[in-house]
């Protein structure tokens, strides 16, 4: 499985995972080219929890 907060933070280009809040409207962007069946559904929660990020239909 792959780690969607490693994989956004590439995506991104910040430089810490706790940046990710503020790139909101650019993950949202490279959520919905991505195929979310890559990533286990607890860590989408998670990643979906994490600081009110995006919110992820699953």
Same mark, same amino acid.
């Given at each position: 499985m792959s780690d969607i907060f490693k994989d956004m933070q590439a995506k991104v280009g910040c430089e810490y995972i706790?940046?990710?809040? +503020?790139y909101k409207r650019v993950i949202? #962007?490279?959520? #919905? #080219? =991505?195929?979310l069946s890559q990533y286990d559904k607890? =860590?989408?929660?998670?990643f979906s929890n994490? #600081? +009110?990020m995006v919110y992820i239909a699953y």
């Open positions: 706790s940046d990710l809040p +503020s949202w #962007k490279e959520l #919905k #080219k =991505q195929n607890k =860590q989408l929660e998670d994490e #600081k +009110s």
